[in-house]
């Protein structure tokens, strides 16, 4: 059984800076990309940064220069960064791997629960 699990969310003050992680758990042969998607209340979800084993990384427009993804192949862990928070970063932040439980399996999406994050004074 592969889990991805969030953590590091919370009420952050605008113009701070939070750090979220996700974890996968279980055995998998490999990670093809890890992503970060997050859900304002009433909104669709949206993509908010991916990073590829290959190394590059991609952002939604208006958040290149106050977010940053990374990750840990070593731990199968990923990150963001997030910096500068406003209001409007409210949201539930999901975590998504496309990755391949065995070698010869096609590579599949799997997703947390979500971690919030709240930005308010």
């Known amino acids: 059984q592969v889990q991805l699990v969030e953590s590091g969310g919370g009420l952050v003050q605008p113009g701070g800076s939070l750090t979220l992680s996700c974890v996968i758990s279980g055995t998998i042969y490999n990670i093809d990309t890890m992503s970060w998607y997050r859900q304002a209340p009433g909104k669709q979800r949206e993509l908010v940064a991916t990073?590829?084993?290959?190394?590059?990384?991609n952002y939604a427009d208006s958040l290149k220069g106050r977010f940053a993804i990374s990750i840990d192949y070593t731990k199968n862990m990923a990150f963001l960064q997030m910096s500068s928070l406003k209001p409007e970063d409210t949201a539930v932040y999901y975590c998504n791997a496309q990755l391949r439980r065995f070698y010869y399996s096609v590579a599949s999406a799997y997703w947390g629960r979500g971690t919030q994050v709240t930005v308010s004074s």
């Open positions: 990073a590829t084993t290959g190394g590059s990384t």
